[in-house]
């Protein structure tokens, strides 16, 4: 097989996904957030997500919410907020393909609370990820390192803590492959990296 056609074959086959942190990536940064009312999409990130969803990627969310370790809300509460955020989408015509919580407090020492890998990797293994062709995108370091850890390239973006995790990833000598203003950004960045390095 000519080697450009058995490039594009693979490049069919694989399973890209983006990684996505959710408060402050997806919808507006609240402490401890937990009530449907105070949810408020980012703008955009709905389109952004369809966009991700009309090019075949897959798209997980992973989510660390230590309150209900914390006992300041209840597992259900998260439920509710999941079943919010995915009513909102489809009413765009965009979904999420998985939505992974660690609901453990920072002290239990879990696998699962980022910046451990384990809730990448179970997403992966769900859907046959190609971790080398996938990107990790969040508003913490915590949501890029255990993506960058697996070989994803990794997205800071703006909104949330995001200014602040510029200022400690510059400290930290730790670069992310780039910098957006927000979702809708960072997966404009991404496609049209995807089509400058896939062809
Ligand atoms: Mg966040
Ligand atoms: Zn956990």
């Known amino acids: ?27 507006a940064e609240v402490n401890y957030l937990s ?8 703008p955009q990130a709905d389109t952004a997500i369809r966009l991700l969803n009309e090019q075949g990627w897959r798209v997980a969310v992973i989510t660390n919410q230590a309150g209900v370790g914390r006992g300041y809300y209840p597992a259900e509460a998260v439920a509710a907020l999941h079943a919010h955020l995915r009513a909102e989408l489809a009413r765009v015509g965009a979904r999420v393909d998985g939505i992974y919580v660690c609901p453990h407090h920072p002290d239990d020492n879990c696998e ?12 992966a293994r769900e859907f046959d990820i190609d971790l080398s062709a996938s990107y990790a995108v969040g508003d913490k370091l915590s949501d890029l390192i255990p993506g960058r850890a697996l070989g994803c390239r990794a997205i800071l973006v703006l909104t949330g803590h995001g200014q602040t995790h510029r200022a400690m990833a510059e400290q930290q000598g730790f670069q992310p492959d780039h ?8 997966v404009q960045w991404i496609l049209q990296h995807e089509a400058s390095i896939r062809l």
């Open 179 to 186: 910098i957006a203003d927000d979702l809708y950004q960072a």
């Open 1 to 27: 097989m000519n080697k450009n056609l058995a490039k594009v074959v693979y490049n069919l086959r694989k399973v890209r996904a983006v990684f996505l942190d959710r408060d402050g990536t997806i919808n």
């Open 35 to 42: 009530r449907v009312e105070d949810w408020q999409l980012l």
């Open 112 to 123: 699962c609370r980022k910046p451990k890998t384990r809730l990448f990797e179970q997403a």
